[in-house]
């Protein structure tokens, strides 16, 4: 079946660091994939999307690049803030239905 | 402002209890969702809805029920059937029915067990 799987946080980084956070996904046919970011106490907000190979989402400074190769839709950012922590999720939609599917979640905790 | 407005922020249910979430949209949204967000474990789709008077089972519909009389609003009722019900709940809605990938989010209830 479909299903989507993060690497396991919180991951800890200091002002100006880069950014990585690994998505890979399993799913039939060609799902569009997405990053969520969720900030503390509050719902979910679409970071970015790609919807076919090579496609690269971007917002905010935030990059993913669709790779139908490895399966993958890693999110980076050159340089975190403080005000980047938050916990990120990679999503992607079931084939024929538009609903998501949705990882685990990453925390992010960016030190002053 | 549009959005998608949850509450209560807190909710406690007392055993054999059942307890209703609100779920309330002012975009015009035909679909609404409900999920759970358990630590570690990211969501999982609860109940959803593509019009009113219509909604399906998600992947952990056992010990709730949900309505949709208004295509504004989708309550979700936590039943003393679910087991479990400690978790963060959160509504969502989209455009376009579920064939939308762009989904609206509210700021979620923290339900637990008294």
């Known amino acids: 079946g479909n299903s989507v799987t993060q690497m396991e946080g919180p991951v800890t980084l200091s002002e100006e660091a880069f950014l990585t956070i690994n998505c890979t996904y399993t799913?039939?046919?060609?799902?569009?994939l997405f990053w969520y970011v969720q900030y503390p106490g509050e719902g979910l907000q679409l970071l970015l999307k790609a919807t076919k190979a090579d496609d690269k989402g971007s917002n905010k400074g935030f990059e993913a690049t669709y790779r139908k190769e490895t399966t993958s839709f890693h999110l980076e950012k050159g340089s975190v803030q403080v005000s980047d922590s938050a916990v990120y999720f990679c999503a992607l939609t079931r084939r024929n239905t538009g609903k998501l599917i949705f990882g685990q979640g990453t925390t992010l905790q960016v030190k002053p | 402002d549009g959005g998608i407005t949850q509450s209560p922020k807190y909710l406690f249910r007392k055993e054999g209890q059942n307890v209703t979430l609100s779920c309330e949209q002012n975009?015009?949204?035909?679909?609404m969702y409900w999920y759970r967000q358990d630590p570690g474990q990211g969501l999982r789709l609860i109940y959803y809805?593509?019009?009113?008077?219509?909604?399906q089972k998600g992947d952990i519909a056992e010990g709730y029920s949900v309505s949709r009389e208004k295509k504004e609003s989708f309550p979700l009722t936590v039943t003393s059937a679910q087991k479990n019900p400690t978790a963060f709940y959160l509504c969502a809605s989209s455009e376009g029915g579920t064939y939308s990938e762009k989904l609206f989010f509210g700021s979620g209830t923290q339900l637990s067990v008294l």
């Open positions: 809805s593509q019009i009113v008077n219509d909604f």
């Open positions: 975009l015009n949204h035909d679909a």
């Open positions: 799913a039939t046919g060609y799902p569009s």
